[in-house]
């Protein structure tokens, strides 16, 4: 059973310009969280997508915005790049269906680099 | 807002030392709460979690108990080895949508042999 998945692995892009990272949520799971972590800090909440619209989000920019698809994977799209961000991105799944989930599993991430 | 703390490191020490890192927060209501482990180059692993006061976590000889009364989810183990070396985050969530959490700024571990 694989794992979440992230591509790609590592991204340099220049400011201003945009970048699109992807993400396949473990199988069974059915919501796609993701996180920004700056180098030495913990992950910061973007948003969250659960039944292919936005359920919550973190104090990001409208230049973060995202999708999910019908099978659950998602996007993370970031315009106009700045310097700042600059970070490791990381998508986690997680079940939240019915019950609730208390458990999410992370990806490996993006390293993304703006020059 | 919702905020976790967590000890500052670096934390080094000798294989089979016991070991401790503070994790203290803060939430509006009643947070579940987790430990992850992040080791070179790879993304988070949840370690163990917590649900409700009271609880233990334990996973691997790692422990923690969810601590009302101090705001506090301390991880402990008896004996560490050089292959625990990682940064340990602490992390809390609101209600049952584990997707939406609260990070410390993690403590990184170093286990000498």
């Known amino acids: 059973d694989a794992g979440v998945t992230q591509s790609p692995t590592h991204l340099i892009k220049t400011r201003g310009q945009q970048v699109t990272l992807r993400c396949s949520p473990k199988?069974?799971?059915?919501?796609v969280s993701w996180y920004q972590q700056a180098l030495g800090q913990g992950p910061q909440f973007i948003f969250q997508?659960?039944?292919?619209?936005?359920?919550q989000r973190g104090n990001f920019p409208d230049r973060f915005s995202g999708h999910q698809f019908p099978n659950y994977s998602s996007e993370l799209n970031v315009n106009a790049l700045l310097l700042g961000d600059s970070a490791l991105y990381l998508c986690?799944?997680?079940?939240?269906?019915?019950?609730?989930?208390?458990?999410?599993?992370f990806g490996p991430g993006t390293r993304l680099t703006v020059t | 807002g919702n905020s976790v703390t967590q000890m500052e490191g670096p934390v080094t020490l000798s294989e089979e030392a016991f070991l401790t890192i503070n994790c203290t927060y803060t939430a509006t209501g009643y947070p579940s709460l987790f430990w992850y482990v992040q080791y070179p180059g790879e993304g988070l692993q949840l370690l163990l979690k917590a649900t409700k006061a009271d609880d233990k976590g334990s996973n691997k000889g790692f422990e923690a108990t969810y601590r009302k009364e101090t705001t506090s989810f301390h991880l402990e183990k008896g004996s560490v080895q050089v292959s625990d070396s990682a940064v340990y985050f602490c992390a809390l969530t609101e209600g049952t949508n584990a997707g939406k959490s609260t990070f410390g700024d993690g403590t990184t571990l170093t286990v000498k042999p």
């Open positions: 986690a799944s997680s079940f939240l269906g019915e019950r609730g989930g208390y458990e999410q599993y």
């Open positions: 997508y659960y039944e292919e619209e936005e359920r």
């Open positions: 199988s069974g799971h059915d919501t």
